[in-house]
């Protein structure tokens, strides 16, 4: 009982440090270099998309910030320096704005992004990429974009639409025969010596079938910010 409680206390923590980081943002309409307009935007509009997905950031909606830029007379078209990017993330009363470009030479796309503080003008996070093939396929290039802006790691669905290789998850064993795939619990709730098991094919065993788990430790402690 003192174990479940002390795992619930964990996740509830966990989600609320991870509301607490996260920081309004607004993105720009990437300039289109050797691309149609309206695919820049359907681009850009993507990648905003996937930003969501993330759930790193507190999103502007995009009607949302041409609506409050048109009120303050202001246009984000042509808006291609840091200065004024700032200057309109000063007017949203965002944290964080992302700009960039689409561009294209021959068959080969580019993909320049930089995520930036509003108050500080400095580069949080940049990305570029470089693909070639087929328009269509860019989209999967940009969503992997997001990702990166975020700092997270893509979901494998989206790993292997890229083709990217997909990590296993580990399997440990209980030292009785049984096998253990931690799935995504901190790294407290772990060491208190708390999984989640499945059978070893696939389907989720009786409490029977499990046995006992491993032993957690005699004083489990909580690492936060890089202190015990």
Same mark, same amino acid.
């Given at each position: 009982m003192k174990a479940k409680h002390f795992v619930l206390s964990i996740i509830t923590v966990t989600? *609320?440090? $991870?509301?607490?980081?996260?920081? &309004?943002?607004?993105?720009?309409?990437?300039?289109?270099?050797?691309?149609?307009?309206?695919?820049?935007?359907?681009?850009?509009?993507?990648?905003?998309?996937?930003?969501?997905? &993330?759930?790193?950031?507190?999103?502007?909606?995009?009607?949302?910030?041409?609506?409050? *830029?048109?009120?303050? $007379?202001?246009?984000?078209?042509?808006?291609?320096?840091?200065?004024?990017?700032?200057?309109i993330g000063n007017l949203l009363g965002v944290q964080q704005m992302v700009s960039g470009s689409f561009g294209k030479i021959g068959k080969t796309y580019t993909i320049e992004t930089k995520l930036f503080s509003v108050e500080t003008g400095e580069t949080i996070q940049a990305v570029n990429k470089t693909y070639k093939g087929e328009v269509d396929e860019l989209i999967t290039q940009v969503e992997l974009v997001a990702w990166e802006l975020a700092g997270l790691e893509p979901p494998?669905? *989206? !790993?292997?639409?890229? $083709?990217?290789?997909?990590? !296993?998850?580990?399997?440990?064993?209980?030292?009785?025969? !049984?096998?253990?795939?931690?799935?995504?619990?901190? &790294?407290?709730?772990?060491?208190?010596?708390?999984?989640?098991a499945i059978s070893q094919k696939g389907e989720t065993p009786s409490t029977e079938e499990l046995g006992e788990p491993p032993s957690p430790p005699q004083s489990p402690r909580i690492w936060m910010g890089g202190r015990k």
């Open positions: 989600l *609320l440090m $991870g509301q607490a980081e996260k920081k &309004t943002t607004a993105v720009l309409d990437f300039d289109g270099l050797g691309i149609e307009a309206s695919e820049s935007i359907a681009l850009t509009q993507r990648l905003a998309g996937e930003m969501v997905n &993330t759930n790193a950031f507190i999103l502007v909606d995009r009607s949302q910030m041409e609506e409050i *830029l048109e009120e303050q $007379g202001f246009q984000q078209t042509g808006c291609t320096t840091s200065e004024c990017a700032v200057e494998d669905a *989206l !790993k292997k639409k890229a $083709g990217l290789s997909i990590k !296993k998850q580990k399997v440990v064993s209980s030292g009785k025969g !049984k096998k253990w795939l931690i799935r995504g619990l901190t &790294t407290a709730a772990v060491g208190a010596g708390v999984a989640y």
